[in-house]
């Protein structure tokens, strides 16, 4: 089948109405999380094939996390469908107004390689509990995952409703250019303009989960072990390949040295004292990858780590100093284990250096000044973040979680995950008992509206 017979047959099986009952939907959701309980070890296989990710690391970003959005959601879908209903306002007295998410109907989903198999499914969820259908496409560089993603789908929905079209560029480009009704994609800032291009041709609406430079800032007050192994865990989990690793560290310089220290002894807590023959440390996706991430270890001085394997494609956890902002490690998102680090005296220093660069991802705050921590929050545009930790933001579904500016446009998770893929579509009922003449033109009419329009 060519992607504009899938696309068609999609927008026929939704016309049927067969997506948008609340039980189909529940129905759904169950036969997912039971197809990927069934997949777990086929799943773990392909992302150690594809990344060597351990099993621990798996199971926790790709795998369980599925699985307590697929309960957090069915849990509450109902509530969720609801109508909800609004406030009258006092030029409307006798009208009832109320909103009813309605699903956007067919929806592609374009998918990036770090967390191949949760990126593909977890926005997945988000249009099947708000009644869409679906087309997946999986990233061509972790084919082992998206054949696992592909059989599976295959296995448990009928193409009309959800299906995957493996491929790259020129599969995405082809989908692209297909009359979906909404577009969820996951990647790079560069593809994502793409994205939003052609979304532009037909207006349709678009969710872009892009990436960028996250800064992690260490202020003198940290609790500097927590805050090395915290940051150790943000930067070293898939081997720094997430879109919210911090990817630079801003430190205070009363601090730096300690905090050396301390990452030091969390890189061995977590990986031994050779990093790059743990089992626990995942590799780079592909030698191309590999050679980027290599040529930055010249941007500055390392401090710690600059072992590389191209062989098993794995680069070792990497502190870098003295690195200069128009250096190429500062200029794109690295994306990988190597960290560098630049030092500040004063918080408007930091505040300066963030501000005058696109609006980030993710920001990593260490401090435990209140008054610090409102000024960063009040003062620094990005998508989201948290305070004295990293990552775990993201795995909260009572939070909102997406870019801004730069990094992306819209958010998903928990009920934003429903909300994302629904039009909220607007209703007001108005009575027939009476009739408020005053919007008709009269000369009454005309003194009454600006008793009550002021
Ligand atoms: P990418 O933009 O290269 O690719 C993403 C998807 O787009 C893939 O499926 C790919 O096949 C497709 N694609 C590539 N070129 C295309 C083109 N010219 N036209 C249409 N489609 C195209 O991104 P990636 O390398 O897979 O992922 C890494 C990037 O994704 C990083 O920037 C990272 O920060 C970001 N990311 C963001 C999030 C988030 O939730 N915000 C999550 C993971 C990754």
Known sequence: MNVSEIVHKQKLYYRTGAT???????????????AIRRRESEILEALKIDLSKSDQEAYMTEIGILFEKISFVSKRLKKWMKPRKVKTAKTHIGSKGYIVPEPYGSVLII??????????????????????????????????????????????????????????????????????????????????????????????????????????????????????????????????????????????????????????????????????????????VSPRHFERLQSFLTNGSIVLGGETDPESLKIAPTLLDEVSWDSPVMQEEIFGPILPMMTYKHLDEVIEAVNTRPKPLALYLFTVNQSVQDRIVEQIPFGGGSINDTLMHIATPYLPFGGVGESGMGNYHGEYSFTAFSHMKSILKQTNAFD????????????MMRRFMK
């Open 111 to 284: 998918a990036p390689w770090n967390y191949p198999f949760q990126l593909a499914i977890s926005p997945l969820i988000g249009a099947i509990a708000a009644g869409n259908t679906a087309v997946i496409k999986p990233s061509e560089l972790t084919p082992h995952v998206s054949a696992v993603i592909t059989s599976m789908i295959g296995e448990v929905f009928d193409p009309a409703y959800v299906t995957v079209v493996e491929g790259g560029v020129e599969a995405s480009e082809m989908l692209l250019a297909e009359p979906f009704d909404n577009l969820f994609f996951t990647g790079s800032v560069a593809v994502g303009k793409l994205v939003m291009k052609a979304a532009s041709e037909r207006l349709i609406p678009v969710t872009l989960e892009l990436g960028g430079k996250s800064p992690c800032i260490i202020h003198h007050d940290a609790n500097m072990k927590l805050t090395a192994k915290r940051i150790a865990f943000g930067k070293l989990t898939n081997s720094g390949q997430t879109c919210i690793a911090p990817d630079y560290l801003l430190v205070h310089e009363s601090v730096r040295d300690a905090f050396v220290t301390e990452y030091e002894k969390a890189i061995k807590q977590f990986y031994g004292k050779e990093p790059l023959l743990s089992d626990y440390y995942g590799r780079i």
């Open 20 to 34: 948008r009952r609340y039980e189909a939907r529940i129905k759904q959701l169950d036969l997912l999380k039971e």
């Open 436 to 447: 408020i003449k005053f919007r008709y033109p009269s000369k009454t009419g005309s003194v």
